[in-house]
């Protein structure tokens, strides 16, 4: 009777205990692993935070554009802020890795694994973003100049078509580095960008021939006729 | 060691001429039009004025395809018709040399430096080879300075319509003028007189893979010469007229190369200019005559609109580089009618010091920065133009003066708003 109750009863319940604490221990470590990695990616924060501020980090991202795109975009307070949050936002994120990892289940450990591999992705798409966004408003910048010194009406309307079309292009290749819906999105931006060009021809070539000439004309064409050659002697 | 930049041919031609006292340079490039008087020009003067003195003439030319050296080589004057006093003691030697490096006048000129030292001339004169109003005379009171008077640099100064060198007028000259203290009226001329001690001096310099290489090498000079105190004068050569520039160089190239190097050059002097208040004149030298001006048109009507538009719509740069009182004052500005078109001489010296303050800061892309100054500057040829319609040259001169005057009273602000070195304090005065 003693052996049955030991077999039936007590050695499952036994079992359950020893899988119960192991399981709470896996999760007590995974808690605290979290909440070492917010102290010190919070610890971390503050000090990358005081450090670039002293070395004016924030000037140096004015320079080359990167203060106003954060400004703008409103990401952070500052350049330097928002180094100093993506350094803890890493620091957690490896914490979470590593919390998830000690529950030791092969779907953590494989969901693990899986981040690792797609990591180096993630980051070539950041880099791609934070290079499509520089080049689409150094670009901008270049023919809103061009077209306001060479007297085009349209000045702005070009710098903004060229700063979209820059941004639209940076967006396909991140998404296509990112892998997602890879054969859908370039299909769609294809049949978008060929549909709008088509369109274009169409109305231009068969329906709106003289209205578009004159929209043109008025649009792009400056509207005094500088003389070919410039007359005033500058120098 | 430093680069050498002459062909082994070259530096043996060099040698087989020997050492020279003179050396008159011209830099060229698809000038077989002009260069033919400008050569000529330049051994009359040799033979008129410097009869008893070795010179070589050396043309620097930049790949010409319109046979610019073959024109040189041919070129020869009659000496009988100059009914010369002296009987020259030296033939006047030729050299037609490509020049390496950067394509730009600054490689030619670089050219001429080296040929100068090598050949230890006391002496150059380098004169444009698309000058039509170039006499023999130009080249005695280009180098006579340097040879009897021990002059280190010699500018020119012309007689001009009072619409010609509107950037020299409204930035360059005052510019220049109040930052350095000496009034160089022709900072950028184009024709000089250079001592073979600063043409030494010059070589010396790492710039020649800069703009300084390109277009920006008279301002260079003239800077380097003022900022280094080395001696420094004006000779009076009348009327300049030439051959039109190149078509393909835009207005707003012109800013970057000119206004480009004047604000690069504020970086390399900034502990001479801030230093500096208030200006001297250089001595002129030459008997200023009164000359025929060619007329410059100028259609207001296009400077106006390019001056508004510029202020519409490159709003978002010039909140970067001006001041708020400054831009509402542009926006103003650009509301005016045509007739009562005025842009304030304080506010024109105000936007440009912002500008050379923003340069330096590095507020956004240099190139771009300068480049956006086009409309602005347009804006100033506009109210120039309307102020100056019915007045004399010498009005016109008072006005200019006033500018120039303007530029030194405001020129505190943009030595206190330049950033100071590290461990640097500023003044209290």
């Given at each position: 009777?003693?052996?049955?109750?030991?077999?039936?009863?007590?050695?499952?319940?036994?079992?359950?205990?020893?899988?119960?604490?192991?399981?709470?221990?896996?999760?007590?470590?995974?808690?605290?692993?979290?909440?070492?990695?917010l102290?010190?990616?919070?610890?971390?924060?503050?000090?990358?935070?005081?450090?670039?501020?002293?070395?004016?980090?924030?000037?140096l991202?004015?320079?080359?554009?990167?203060?106003?795109v954060?400004?703008?975009?409103?990401?952070?307070?500052s350049?330097?802020?928002?180094?100093?949050?993506?350094?803890?936002?890493?620091?957690?994120?490896?914490?979470?890795?590593?919390g998830?990892?000690?529950?030791?289940?092969?779907?953590?450990?494989?969901?693990?694994?899986?981040?690792?591999?797609?990591?180096?992705?993630?980051?070539?798409?950041?880099?791609v973003?934070?290079?499509?966004?520089?080049?689409?408003?150094?670009?901008?910048?270049?023919?809103?100049?061009?077209?306001?010194?060479?007297?085009?009406?349209?000045?702005?309307?070009?710098?903004?078509?060229?700063?979209?079309?820059?941004?639209?292009?940076?967006?396909?290749?991140?998404?296509?580095?990112?892998?997602?819906?890879?054969?859908?999105?370039?299909?769609?931006?294809?049949?978008?960008?060929?549909?709008?060009?088509?369109?274009?021809?169409?109305?231009?070539?068969?329906?709106?021939?003289?209205?578009?000439?004159?929209?043109?004309?008025s649009q792009?064409?400056?509207?005094?006729?500088?003389?070919?050659?410039?007359?005033?002697?500058?120098? | 060691?430093?680069?050498?930049?002459?062909?082994?041919?070259?530096?043996?031609?060099?040698s087989?001429?020997?050492?020279?006292e003179?050396?008159?340079?011209?830099?060229?490039?698809?000038?077989?039009?002009?260069?033919?008087?400008?050569?000529?020009?330049?051994q009359?003067?040799?033979?008129?004025?410097?009869?008893?003195?070795?010179?070589?003439?050396?043309?620097?030319d930049?790949?010409s395809?319109?046979?610019?050296?073959?024109?040189?080589?041919?070129?020869?004057?009659?000496?009988?018709?100059?009914?010369?006093?002296?009987?020259?003691?030296?033939?006047?030697?030729?050299?037609?040399?490509?020049?390496?490096?950067?394509?730009?006048?600054?490689?030619?000129?670089?050219?001429?430096?080296?040929i100068?030292?090598?050949?230890?001339a006391?002496?150059?004169?380098?004169?444009?080879?698309?000058?039509?109003?170039?006499?023999?005379?130009?080249?005695?009171?280009?180098?006579?300075?340097?040879?009897?008077?021990e002059?280190?640099?010699?500018?020119?100064?012309?007689?001009?319509?009072?619409?010609?060198?509107?950037?020299?007028n409204?930035?360059?000259?005052?510019?220049?003028?109040?930052?350095?203290?000496?009034?160089?009226?022709?900072?950028?001329?184009?024709?000089?007189?250079?001592?073979?001690?600063?043409?030494?001096?010059?070589?010396?310099?790492?710039?020649?893979?800069?703009?300084?290489?390109?277009y920006?090498?008279?301002?260079?000079?003239?800077?380097?010469?003022i900022?280094?105190?080395?001696?420094?004068?004006?000779?009076?050569?009348?009327?300049?007229?030439?051959?039109?520039?190149?078509?393909?160089?835009?207005?707003?190239?012109?800013?970057?190369?000119?206004?480009?190097?004047?604000?690069?050059?504020?970086?390399?002097?900034?502990?001479?200019?801030?230093?500096?208040?208030?200006?001297?004149?250089?001595?002129?030298?030459?008997?200023?005559?009164?000359?025929?001006?060619?007329?410059?048109?100028?259609?207001?009507?296009?400077?106006?609109?390019?001056?508004?538009?510029?202020?519409?719509?490159?709003?978002?740069i010039?909140?970067?580089?001006?001041?708020?009182?400054?831009?509402?004052?542009?926006?103003?500005?650009?509301?005016?009618?045509?007739?009562?078109?005025?842009?304030?001489?304080?506010?024109w010296?105000a936007?440009?010091?912002?500008?050379?303050?923003?340069?330096?800061?590095?507020?956004?892309?240099?190139?771009?920065?300068?480049?956006?100054?086009?409309?602005?500057?347009?804006?100033?040829?506009?109210?120039?133009?309307?102020?100056?319609?019915?007045?004399?040259?010498?009005?016109?001169?008072?006005r200019?003066?006033?500018l120039?005057?303007?530029?030194?009273?405001?020129?505190?602000?943009l030595?206190?708003?330049?950033?100071?070195?590290?461990?640097?304090?500023?003044?209290?005065?």
């Open positions: 009777m003693r052996a049955f109750w030991e077999q039936t009863v007590l050695g499952p319940l036994r079992d359950l205990g020893q899988q119960a604490v192991a399981g709470l221990s896996s999760l007590i470590g995974m808690l605290v692993l979290i909440l070492l990695g102290m010190l990616g919070w610890l971390a924060k503050e000090i990358i935070y005081r450090i670039l501020r002293a070395l004016r980090f924030d000037r991202c004015d320079r080359i554009g990167v203060g106003l954060v400004e703008r975009t409103g990401l952070a307070r350049s330097s802020y928002l180094a100093a949050q993506i350094v803890q936002g890493l620091i957690i994120l490896t914490a979470l890795l590593a998830l990892n000690a529950l030791g289940t092969p779907l953590t450990r494989n969901l693990v694994e899986r981040f690792f591999l797609y990591l180096p992705h993630l980051l070539a798409a950041f880099l973003l934070v290079v499509g966004a520089l080049v689409s408003r150094f670009l901008g910048r270049s023919v809103l100049i061009a077209a306001v010194n060479a007297n085009m009406p349209s000045a702005r309307l070009l710098a903004g078509l060229t700063r979209f079309f820059v941004i639209a292009l940076t967006v396909v290749a991140v998404l296509d580095e990112l892998g997602i819906s890879r054969t859908t999105i370039i299909v769609t931006f294809a049949i978008l960008f060929g549909g709008v060009v088509a369109a274009a021809a169409i109305a231009l070539g068969l329906g709106a021939r003289d209205l578009a000439r004159d929209l043109l004309q792009f064409r400056p509207k005094t006729h500088p003389e070919v050659e410039d007359p005033m002697r500058h120098i | 060691m430093a680069e050498e930049i002459l062909k082994e041919a070259v530096k043996e031609e060099v087989a001429v020997g050492p020279v003179i050396l008159i340079g011209i830099p060229s490039y698809n000038n077989a039009q002009t260069v033919r008087h400008v050569v000529k020009a330049a009359a003067g040799l033979l008129n004025y410097f009869p008893d003195r070795k010179a070589l003439i050396v043309n620097s930049g790949g395809n319109d046979g610019t050296p073959e024109v040189v080589k041919q070129a020869d004057v009659d000496a009988q018709s100059l009914m010369l006093v002296s009987h020259p003691l030296y033939p006047v030697h030729r050299l037609t040399t490509p020049y390496h490096g950067l394509p730009g006048k600054g490689s030619a000129f670089r050219t001429l430096f080296r100068a030292e090598l050949a230890h006391h002496a150059l004169a380098v004169v444009d080879a698309d000058l039509r109003s170039i006499t023999p005379e130009w080249f005695n009171l280009l180098l006579q300075p340097i040879l009897t008077l002059f280190d640099y010699v500018a020119p100064f012309y007689k001009r319509h009072k619409y010609d060198g509107t950037i020299t409204s930035i360059v000259y005052p510019f220049t003028r109040a930052l350095y203290g000496r009034r160089i009226r022709q900072p950028i001329g184009g024709e000089f007189g250079i001592s073979g001690r600063l043409a030494g001096h010059f070589l010396t310099r790492d710039v020649w893979n800069t703009d300084v290489a390109r920006g090498i008279d301002i260079w000079m003239t800077t380097t010469a900022a280094e105190n080395f001696k420094v004068c004006q000779s009076y050569l009348g009327a300049k007229i030439h051959d039109p520039k190149d078509p393909g160089s835009h207005l707003s190239g012109m800013l970057v190369q000119v206004i480009g190097s004047v604000f690069s050059l504020m970086e390399t002097y900034d502990s001479v200019w801030r230093n500096v208040l208030g200006s001297l004149p250089a001595p002129l030298l030459g008997f200023p005559f009164e000359v025929g001006l060619e007329p410059v048109p100028i259609n207001v009507q296009r400077t106006l609109a390019s001056f508004q538009q510029g202020v519409r719509d490159l709003r978002p010039y909140e970067k580089v001006l001041t708020l009182q400054q831009l509402r004052e542009l926006e103003s500005c650009a509301a005016q009618p045509i007739d009562k078109f005025v842009l304030e001489d304080e506010l010296v936007v440009i010091y912002s500008f050379a303050l923003a340069y330096h800061r590095r507020v956004l892309d240099r190139e771009h920065l300068v480049k956006s100054l086009t409309p602005l500057y347009l804006g100033w040829v506009t109210s120039f133009v309307h102020q100056t319609e019915n007045e004399t040259p010498t009005q016109v001169d008072d200019i003066e006033r120039c005057l303007v530029y030194e009273q405001l020129k505190p602000y030595i206190n708003q330049w950033p100071l070195q590290t461990g640097e304090k500023r003044s209290e005065s």
